[in-house]
């Protein structure tokens, strides 16, 4: 079971010997309430629990309990069912005993939820549905427990405005697009805050670090500020079955990166919710602020995107590159359209400085990290390979933009006219 517990200061408890001025807890009864992740129960009556003094060590009063492993006395799990609020980034969830483990997204019960207090319906009619879609083990409870990725419906099963994932299924079942079984590598970039001031980790309070250069994939207690918070995050995915592929410290001081993928279609988006849902709760526990902000600090500071690395079977086969080029033809003709779905406050990071295009020209280019679509010199001396559209906000719905990708590169048709133009105004000829 991975261990992401924040120990508390206010509750606590300490283990010592045996000592004539207080009345322990007996041996008998703390290993009725305690088990060890071993799954013995800790019967051990050379130790005792006391009353704390400052002198002595401590340990978290509710460790014992949240570790408890429930296997060994009863068939049932928790479940933890996700869904996504109003405002289209806020992960909200709640939790409800399960009579027996389960294997499929199947298996669960819909739930419902008063959407009026999520800002998803009018208090006069409040009710909306979750339908249960994918499955993962659950880190923080361990065992057979498991978070659920919802989806959200009315009464009447109509998927509500803020439900993203029902039209990425619709484009994903597509026959067109099933043929060509899209791969995603998703690059999640975040800024972890300081509680009280909302200033990022590690940086003097109303002050600024030094400027951006030594901060990028550094080491150093002077350079990497909240290195736990990724590494917990990246082992917490892991045991999740999240497909996480990578971690690094980003250019500014505080921020951090992870890497989903690759995923085939509407995976991508389902394993990008699970795991922001698991950075929120493990910044939680560690009293940071988590935020998806793509330029959180106004200057000459880089923001934070979402880069998302796409490719096709007919782009990974020999040939490759000409599909590419085609795709890169019907981004370019569609980029107000992408832009537009592509995060909240994208304009304040897409400037064409710090490693960015400018939000209102689209551009491509092999190897350059400042045009709109990259793509890489291993795929250009191949031949064949991916690209990797840049301009996504770390606030993204990665369903939105996944289903988008697919749908403007596999369904989606030019003029021929408007292809000609545009080939010839971005320097492609396909």
Known sequence: MAQILAPSTQWQMRITKTSPCVTPITSKMWSSLVVKQNKKVARSAKFRVMA???DNSTINRLEGLLNLDITPFTDKIIAEYI?????GIDVRSKSRTISKPVEDPSELPKWNYDGSSTGQAPGEDSEVILYPQAIFKDPFRGGNNILVICDAYTPAGEPIPTNKRHRAAEIFSNPKVQAEIPWYGIEQEYTLLQTDVKWPLGWPVGGYPGPQGPYYCSAGADKSFGRDISDAHYKAC?????NISGTNGEVMPGQWEYQVGPSVGIEAGDHIWASRYILERITEQAGVVLTLDPKPIEGDWNGAGCHTNYSTKSMREEGGFEVIKKAILNLS????????????????????KHETASINTFSWGVANRGCSIRVGRDTEKSGKGY??????ASNMDPYTVTALLAESTLLWEPTLEAEALAAQKIALKV
């Open 52 to 54: 704390i003094k400052p």
């Open 83 to 87: 869904w996504i609020g109003g405002t």
């Open 238 to 242: 892991l045991y999740a079955g999240i």
């Open 333 to 352: 003709l569609r980029h107000k359209v992408h832009i537009e779905a592509y995060g909240e406050g994208n304009e304040r990071r897409l400037t064409g």
């Open 387 to 392: 690209l990797e559209d840049r301009r996504p």
